[in-house]
Every structure is written in structure tokens, then in C-alpha cells.
């Protein structure tokens, strides 16, 4: 019988693909497999016949992947298995900036059990007005599984596209829409867009990547999505940005202290992968990929 233990909540309908010869357990230290979601396993020790970790998501940064390598754990995630609840609320986010959702919303509830309630929304109306995402320009910093989904949603809403990927010049590979522009320099994305969001995975290369020089290339009042990770964003030159008025929305999936007590800083507590859908599609990817590993071996992706 292998043992599987699992930090976090992972999806019963994932676990339920676990056949007889699997067992769940709840200590680390016995287990053959271990799937999680956003715990950090930085501080972990690992038993000895741990074979393999799946990470139900995309990034690893919080699995220690040198230590995993030296001790021979294979470490695996499930890329494109949450992207369309990922996608979904980025074009939701670009929304809630364009009409001023946040901001309308806390003043329509202040407007409970008042009186002359039709004035006062007559006047919401106007304060609050907003703009469409329809015909601007949206940036995508990252085309991979997520990156690709949100940028043929966004002109399927109208909307032009500028994509970016270091790793990825030729546009078809992902299955990115003919019509969208492929840029080979940020320097050639940054000026162009109304709206930038970023998916790329946080590594060395990508930390603090959006930082004064970015911002000072961007439009004024550009509105700026990051459902990666906060360690891309370099939190003193947002700040500033945010102050000045250079990023007219942060639009954030981390709840990043710094930042958060602006205003124009629409945040939400990690919730782009938090869909029934997602998580089903995420633990299901992950068990699979673990009893292919500790049964035949196979590496489907890692
Ligand atoms: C991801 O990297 O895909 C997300 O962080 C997943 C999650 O929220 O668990």
C-alpha cells in the first residue's frame, strides 16, 4: 500500500481517482507522495521513502526544488489546469478597474435604509462612470497556458493584444490567436497598453521585474493585474506608481501589506485558481501524475 499525505485542501474528487493500492495519511513523514497547494515546504523535512511531491497549481516556489532535486523527489505541478478560472477572473479584474466596481459597490451599501435612495444613485452614476475595456490595448507579460487563454478572451471582448514571452516567439505554439502582436522587447509592450497583466512563473529572473524602469515606460493611468506571484513587483516603485498616479489600479491576488491600504489597489485574497472547476482539474492532474510516477515510473511533467 502507498501512503499519500496532503498539506492543504485538496479536491475529494481528485483524491477519489487514488485506487486501492493508495492510502491517504495525514503524517509527511511516512508518506511515498505528498500533494499541496500553497503551503511552504521550505522548512520541511522529508522522509525517507518520499518519492514524489504534486504541487495542485502552477508555480513551486513554495517547494524547495534544489533539496528535492539532491535527494532524488520529483517534483511535478499541474500547469493549464486552473488557467480558465485564472482567465476568467483577470477579464473580471480589468472590469472591476474599468467601472469602478470596488469603489461603487462600499458607496452603494452605505446607501442602506436611507432615504431618497433614487437621487443618490442618479448621483452614483455619475461618480462612478467608467470606461470599457472594448478597443484598449492589453499587454500579457507571459504566454503560456494562462497568458494564451487570457489574451484570446480579451480580444474576443474587442480588446487589441500585445503578448510578450521570453521564451516564446512564435506565435502559434500555445495557440495564441493569429491577430494578437508578438513583441521580442518589453520596451515595445509598455507604451502601447491600457492594461498589463503579468503571468510568469517566480523565479530568479522574473523577481522585481516590474520595477521604476518598467513603470516610467508605461502609459499614465495604466492599469496594472498581477495574479502571478507579488515577488515580480518591486513594492517601492509601486508605490510610487500608485502615488503618482502612473497606475491609475493595481489589480493584485496577494494581500502584499505594502500596497494594499491605497485606494486604487483592487485586491483579492489568492483566489484565482479558486474554483470548484480548478481545484477538481488541479488535484485530479496531480494524483494521476503521482500514481503514474510511483507505479511506471513516468514523468509526465515535471
Ligand atoms: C497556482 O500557482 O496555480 C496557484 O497558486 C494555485 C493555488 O491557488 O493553489
Redesign the pocket.
Known sequence: MYKIATLNKISPVGLSRLTDEYTVIDNTDEANGILV??QAMHDMEFGEDLLAIAR????VNNIPLDRCAQEGIVVFNTPGA?ANAVKELVLAGMVLAARNIPDALAWAKTLAGSEGVGKAVEKGKGQFAGTEIKGKTLGVIGLGAIGVLVANAAEDLGMDVIGYDPYLTVKAAHGLSNTATIVDDLKDLYPKCDYITIHVPAVADTKGMINKQAFDQMKDGVVFLNYSRDTLINDDDLEKALADGKVKNYVTDFTDDRVITFDNVIVLP?L???SAEAEENCASMAVDQIMDYIENGNITNS
Open positions: 497547494r500553497s495542485a497549481g502552477a508555480g486552473n489568492h484565482g485558481a479558486s
